[in-house]
């Protein structure tokens, strides 16, 4: 059974700093992108950021230059250090890894549960 959990959310000063985790486990050939999307109250979900399997990245540019994906890939494990978060940045943060469970499968995307993040004082 493929499993992809996330960790590290909760109630962030800003300006402070938070982590967030999320591991992919199970049967897995392969992860591929791996990536974290967040969904604000009554807002559409959004693309945070993105790290392929070489560690190549992307940001949103609401997040540039604050926020830093990383992964390891030997642990099947990707991370989003959010610096200087703001009240803006409140949603439920979901990750999202695309596996291939076999050789010959075609990469399928799975998602973490979400996990809230809270940008107060």
């Known amino acids: 059974q493929v499993q992809v959990v996330e960790s590290g959310g909760g109630l962030v000063q800003p300006g402070g700093s938070l982590r967030l985790s999320c591991a992919a486990s199970g049967p897995i050939f392969s992860v591929n992108v791996m990536g974290w999307y967040r969904q604000a109250p009554g807002k559409q979900r959004e693309l945070v950021a993105t790290i392929t399997s070489d560690g190549s990245t992307s940001y949103a540019d609401s997040v540039k230059g604050r926020f830093t994906i990383s992964r390891s890939n030997a642990e099947k494990t990707v991370y989003l250090q959010m610096n200087d978060p703001k009240p803006e940045d409140t949603a439920v943060y979901y990750c999202?890894?695309?596996?291939?469970?076999?050789?010959?499968?075609?990469?399928?995307?799975?998602w973490g549960q979400g996990t809230q993040v809270t940008v107060s004082s």
């Open positions: 999202y890894c695309n596996l291939r469970l076999r050789p010959w499968a075609v990469e399928t995307a799975y």
